[in-house]
Nanobody, 121 residues
Framework: QVHLVQSGGGLVQAGGSLRLSCVASGRIISIDTMGWYRQASGKERELVADITSSGNIHYVEPAWGRFTISRDNAKNTVYLQMNSLKPEDTAVYYC???????????????WGQGTQVTVSS
């Protein structure tokens, strides 16, 4: 069994910062790409940023220059530092991690429980 637990998020004023964390635990053999998605009310879930096992990073346009994704492989953790937050960043944020676990011989995508980020104007 693999579990992802998110922390961080909350309510912040426009221009403020928040940091999200997501820790994977369980019978983990290997971790590939780690990413962050968000889903605003009434909208589809969308990619924010991801980072491969080799450290290649991909940001989607709303995150450029404001968000920073990073990972700590020793801790099986991915972070999302969000600066200069805007009201349109308000959404539920989910981490997603590709993990090869002890009982499956391929990478499977696991999702965190989601955390609310609300940016007030």
């Amino acid at each position: 069994q693999v579990h992802l637990v998110q922390s961080g998020g909350g309510l912040v004023q426009a221009g403020g910062s928040l940091r999200l964390s997501c820790v994977a635990s369980g019978r983990i053999i290997s971790i590939d790409t780690m990413g962050w998605y968000r889903q605003a009310s009434g909208k589809e879930r969308e990619l924010v940023a991801d980072i491969t096992s080799s450290g290649n990073i991909h940001y989607v346009e709303p995150a450029w220059g404001r968000f920073t994704i990073s990972r700590d492989n020793a801790k099986n953790t991915v972070y999302l530092q969000m600066n200069s937050l805007k009201p349109e960043d308000t959404a539920v944020y989910y981490c997603a991690i590709e993990i090869k676990s002890g009982d499956i011989d391929y990478f499977r995508l696991y999702w965190g429980q989601g955390t609310q980020v609300t940016v007030s104007s």
